[in-house]
């Protein structure tokens, strides 16, 4: 069983900034895991928004974060961070980690509510 548990959600200013973290454990979580960070605005379906490969070797980004947010990721502590900088009210939304063995870090954007494991979420609020 595997465990992910974010941190760091909040509110915000336009143009500032938040880092979300998420750790990962259980018996079961392989250090060779895909992960990644979705999110979900009120009203509209959960979508993409970085991914990172188990090495933190790849790393993908929606159209709509690149250039803003960074994801990273700690081997050793299996954790996964999200810099966000230059947020804007559209950012606003409940964000998700998700992990998956079975999938590259290119490709998790694709499989969307397949994922293997999701974490509860965290607010983001980014006030205008």
């Known amino acids: 069983q595997v465990q992910l548990v974010e941190s760091g959600g909040g509110l915000v200013q336009a143009g500032g900034s938040l880092r979300l973290s998420c750790a990962a454990s259980?018996?079961?979580?392989?250090?060779?895991?895909?992960m990644g960070w979705f999110r979900q605005a009120p009203g509209k379906e959960r979508e993409f928004a970085a991914a990172?490969?188990?090495?933190?070797?790849?790393?993908y980004y929606a159209d709509s974060v690149k250039g803003r947010f960074t994801i990273s990721r700690d081997i050793a502590k299996n954790t996964v961070s999200l810099q966000m900088n230059s947020l804007k009210p559209e950012d606003t939304a409940v964000y998700y980690c998700?992990?998956?063995?079975?999938?590259?870090?290119?490709?998790?954007?694709?499989?969307?509510?397949?994922?293997?494991?999701w974490g509860q979420g965290t607010q983001v609020t980014v006030s205008s």
């Open positions: 998700a992990a998956d063995r079975r999938t590259t870090a290119q490709a998790m954007r694709l499989i969307g509510v397949s994922i293997e494991h």
């Open positions: 259980g018996r079961t979580f392989s250090i060779y895991t895909t």
């Open positions: 990172i490969s188990w090495n933190g070797g790849s790393t």
